[in-house]
């Protein structure tokens, strides 16, 4: 986790000296600052039917452990390729769909990136994920982690989305009240359990979101 900026240190207002509306901007990874391809042609090339990966990794049984940090990714990913396995009749073409997936990088937004970069000069910028413990390596794969201030990744405090103490140990780890801070998410549930914490909170379609988001943020 990279070192957070201390409360103290952050700038109370713009350059204008005009006070700004939030402290810190926490917001989701995937599906806002990066987006997963379709896994259809790896699937049907392994001999599985479209849908048959994301049935087995994002079942609530199976993600829920990874994503609150109570197995590891590697176990998950274990744990998946058996369950394809059971519902499909073979554990070594299960294998090696798992292990193709695996190796899949996600497609970064460079206007999201941008955006964030730019909200970091003027406040704390935390990144907040349902991830597994292998999400800061990932990030450091494709040059994200030093994006933001800091990383809350929910394999590591215990608790994921949309549970309310994600989002509070979240605002903890960044410096800031609840109240000030601006949360962003693609997921309408993220948003609603964002907002009963107090938090200012934007359901994320496309850039044009963070963007208006973070606009009170930039001079001019």
């Given at each position: ?115 964030l970069t730019l909200a970091r000069a003027t406040v704390t910028v935390g990144l907040l994920s349902n991830g597994t413990t292998r999400l800061e390596r990932d990030l450091a794969a494709q040059g994200l982690d030093t994006l933001a201030h ?71």
């Amino acid at each position: 986790m990279t070192p957070l900026v201390p409360p103290a240190s952050r700038p109370a207002d713009d350059s204008s000296g005009k006070a700004l509306p939030f402290d810190a901007v926490l917001c989701d990874i995937d599906g806002v600052l990066r987006h997963w391809p379709a896994v259809d042609a790896i699937e049907q090339a392994h001999g599985f039917d479209p849908g048959a990966l994301a049935a087995a990794a994002f079942a609530p049984a199976r993600l829920l452990p990874a994503v609150t940090g109570a197995v590891a990714d590697e176990e998950w990913r274990a744990g998946v390729a058996a369950d394809l396995a059971a519902a499909h009749g073979s554990a070594d073409r299960a294998a090696a769909l798992v292990a193709a997936w695996s190796e899949v990088l996600p497609r970064v937004d460079p206007e999201a990136a941008g955006l964030l970069t730019l909200a970091r000069a003027t406040v704390t910028v935390g990144l907040l994920s349902n991830g597994t413990t292998r999400l800061e390596r990932d990030l450091a794969a494709q040059g994200l982690d030093t994006l933001a201030h800091t990383v809350v990744n929910t394999a590591r405090i215990g608790v994921a989305k949309p549970d309310p103490r994600a989002y509070l140990t979240a605002a903890q780890l960044v410096g800031a009240d609840p109240g000030r801070c601006l949360f962003v998410d693609d997921t309408p549930a993220n948003v609603t359990a964002a907002r009963e914490t107090g938090m200012t909170a934007v359901h994320y379609r496309g850039p044009e979101d963070l963007r208006a988001a973070l606009a009170p943020l930039f001079p001019g």
